[in-house]
């Protein structure tokens, strides 16, 4: 009875056996490497020579046999899932406090964004790249700057930072710092913030700081220490630090008593008068903002950057009051753009609120922010020792939610010292600039020239990729094999055994270097070739060559032979491309490398003869032809199908596609019907592969016979798939004959 039915009609029901299935063209290689940039232990997708550059660095003396190995495979095509090798010697530079290892984000979650570290910020990427990186941070900070003229007599200003001020006009806040900034002449010496120095007042040496020293200006300004000072500054006097001198200039004197206004309050304005700590008055002679002035560079103003940060809009409607901050990441010395001062990225406007929202909804809290974008630094802890416009400093602590938050105040004690070295901006000293300079990142430790890793390490690496559920990989490129016979022989074993576990992948490996490059007699580099590759496994997921290659490195203007294993990968992929994964990527139609000027080692005839009886594919320089593959085999020790990398191929695009079609079975009904099913997805896509080349014939089986009764009960789903591969030509035999003239071709063309 037709469903839903309980009389006579007719009910239209549909089938779809449509169902098709179609062959990887992902072309996905895998490779581990000791890069100079990047995460660690961390797989990163890398589509072009370019992102690699972005990513990973440029190459260097220590790295460029893998780095060339890497951006030779991406010359072809496809995507290289990229991973930089961990060492006990990477560190990541910090802004203060002993230089850690962050290897990666998810590192940096499990073991340091808990905010419990020692330093502020540090560096995204371990190693020296790290140790360029500064990083300038500034909030609301001041908001007003009110010049003060000299008192009529007694003793000088004195406005002690963190205590309230207001004016006669009603306006409020809280001295934020007090200076004196000197215009100067006469100068001799350099002047050293921090350091003692004296005001000679009417022959009175009077102890005042040195906030900072602009010399291109002859700009000097002074801090009041605490208890103030006896007499008035004024023109002609001399400020003396050890042997460096000057004299006050005419009219070279400016009072600034910066301001940080309360919270709804009014500005500060000219004809104010306010009182200091020792209640004398003293009428405001001019009012300017504050933010329009500040720097983080010598004469490079914030407001050259973005507009004051101020309270966001989401603070501002929960009652928060100045979260806003700026953060500009610098590329110091030039160490990583080439370029020193080079801006490498800006966050603007982000927030201290731990729930700040951006207007479209996103997180705007900056430790996040940080976490979420940045690709130079890392988030280690909130700023102490902050700027409190409440009663309780701790009120107003980042990280707290914006709910009626007085946020505190960046207030630097030390200015942008070292920026340039030695020296600290006019107006940065106790101002709202705060500078972390990034030092202690330490690369791999160099042996013989490279990088070195250890074999866990490169192991460990590559185990990232393991699992064929997760990570979808056709290629695995060894690069250079190892410093020597033991290591190598590790590093290919623990690659093939990735290779033969998770079974849809390849590993292409070339000849150590040290059996290459350097010798002059081209039988002991057959030799040496046959004799390395002897020791390596049987397997028919391993492909060997015989070469290296001398290209242009044009990141360091040198030239350099470097292993071809990237190049062969980057054949078979490109035989996908534009013929089909199960044609061979050997021969003058699809097996010319790439970007090769010349082998390291060209075998003859004879040599070629021997390496391909054990296994290895020659790469040939062929005069006016290029430099090509020579060669299909796998590195399958005895006579087989697939002991050619056509035929592996084969099976590893028809099992790929195949098991894809087979995992839409599973929970279904396990009868006739299902495997009918089965047959009419996988039979035409097998009959496309063979109207393609793939195969010859092909024969599948999944019928009651080999599904009976009790494999059905144990819910077993059995198919068998019998092909007949296409063998690809190795060898050609051409016989030239010369015939008297009247003899007939039939008589002997037998």
């Not at 393991?466 to 190892?482: R, V």
Request: hydrophobic share 35%.
């Amino acid at each position: 009875m037709a469903a839903n039915q309980s009389s006579p009609g007719v009910v239209v029901q549909e089938r779809d056996l449509t169902t098709i299935t179609t062959a990887s063209t992902e072309n996905i290689g895998l490779m581990a490497a000791p890069f100079e940039l990047g995460p660690v232990e961390q797989i990163v997708e890398i589509a072009s020579e370019r992102d690699l550059v972005d990513q990973f660095g440029k190459p260097n003396e220590n790295n460029y046999e893998y780095w060339y190995a890497a951006a030779q495979f991406l010359s072809y095509g496809g995507t290289l899932k990229t991973v930089r090798v961990d060492s006990t010697n990477l560190k990541n530079a910090v802004s203060n406090g002993t230089a850690v290892k962050v290897k990666n984000l998810q590192d940096y979650e499990t073991t340091f964004e808990g905010g419990t570290n020692a330093w502020f910020y540090g560096s995204r990427t371990a190693g020296t790249k790290g140790n360029s990186i500064g990083v300038f941070k500034t909030d609301s900070g001041a908001d007003q700057i009110a010049v003060v003229p000299a008192p009529g007599s007694g003793n000088d200003w004195e406005f002690v930072a963190d205590e309230a001020v207001s004016a006669t006009g009603g306006a409020a806040g809280k001295v934020f710092k007090y200076s004196v900034v000197l215009t100067v002449t006469t100068v001799v010496g350099d002047f050293t913030p921090g350091t003692s120095t004296t005001v000679s007042i009417s022959g009175s040496n009077q102890t005042v700081n040195v906030l900072a020293w602009d010399p291109a200006n002859k700009k000097l300004e002074l801090g009041i220490p605490a208890g103030g000072i006896t007499g008035i500054i004024a023109d002609a006097q001399t400020v003396t630090q050890g042997s460096n001198t000057c004299v006050i200039a005419t009219s070279g004197i400016e009072r600034r008593v910066y301001i940080a206004k309360n919270k709804s309050t009014i500005d500060f304005a000219a004809a104010d008068s306010i009182q200091d700590t020792n209640s004398n008055a003293a009428a405001i002679s001019a009012v300017r903002d504050e933010y329009s002035e500040r720097e983080y560079l010598p004469g490079v103003k914030w407001v050259n950057v973005a507009p004051r940060p101020e309270t966001s809009l989401y603070a501002n409607n929960a009652g928060g009051f100045r979260d806003e901050l700026h953060i500009v990441v610098i590329d110091v010395d030039g160490g990583i753009t080439g370029t020193a001062g080079a801006v490498l990225e800006r966050f603007i406007g982000v927030s201290k609120a731990s729930d700040a929202k951006s207007s479209v909804g996103e997180t705007n809290y900056y430790k996040e922010v940080i976490k979420q974008k940045s690709s130079y630094i890392y988030w280690g802890k909130h700023e102490t020792g902050l700027f409190s416009a409440t009663a309780s400093a701790s009120d107003g602590n980042w990280g707290q939610t914006a709910t009626a938050r007085q946020f505190n105040l960046l207030r630097s004690s030390t200015g942008s010292t070292d920026y340039p070295a030695g020296r600290t901006t006019v107006g940065s000293k106790n101002n709202s600039t705060f500078y972390y300079r990034l030092t202690g990142g330490v690369d791999y430790a160099v042996s013989g020239g490279n990088y070195t890793v250890t074999n866990t390490g490169i192991s460990t690496a590559y185990e990232l990729g393991q699992d064929p559920e997760s990570q979808d990989i056709d290629f695995i490129i060894a690069g250079p094999s190892g410093a020597d016979d033991a290591a190598a022989l590790a590093k290919i074993t623990s690659l093939v055994n990735i290779a033969e576990e998770r079974r849809d992948c390849m590993v292409f490996v070339s000849p150590r270097r040290g059996n290459v490059i350097g010798i002059s007699n081209t039988n002991t580099v057959t030799d040496n070739i046959v004799a390395f590759f002897d020791q390596l496994p049987s397997s028919s997921y391993l492909v060997f060559d015989s070469g290296y290659k001398y290209i242009y490195d044009k990141y360091n203007d040198v030239y350099r032979y470097v292993p071809c294993n990237g190049d062969i990968a980057g054949l078979c992929l490109q035989t996908t491309e534009v013929s089909e994964p199960w044609f061979s990527p050997a021969g003058f139609q699809r097996g010319i490398l790439r970007n090769a000027i010349k082998l390291a080692f060209t075998p003859t005839q004879t040599q070629r003869d021997k390496l391909y009886a054990a296994r290895i594919n020659p790469i040939v320089s062929f005069p006016g032809q290029g430099v090509v593959l020579y060669g299909d085999k796998t590195a399958l020790g005895f006579a087989s199908a697939f002991d050619r990398i056509n035929v592996r191929r084969l099976f590893l695009t028809i099992e790929k596609v195949i098991s894809g079609a087979a995992k839409a079975q599973l929970f279904e009904q396990n009868d006739e019907a299902q495997r009918s099913l089965f047959l009419n997805i996988v039979e035409p896509y097998l009959r496309d592969v063979q109207g393609r080349r793939g195969v010859t014939d092909f024969l599948i089986k999944c019928d009651s016979e080999n599904n009976p009764p009790a494999s059905v009960d144990r819910g077993e789903f059995y198919a068998e798939i019998f092909v007949k591969p296409t063998r690809t030509i190795n060898y050609i035999s051409l016989t030239f004959v010369a015939t008297r003239t009247g003899v007939s071709f039939s008589e002997v063309a037998q």
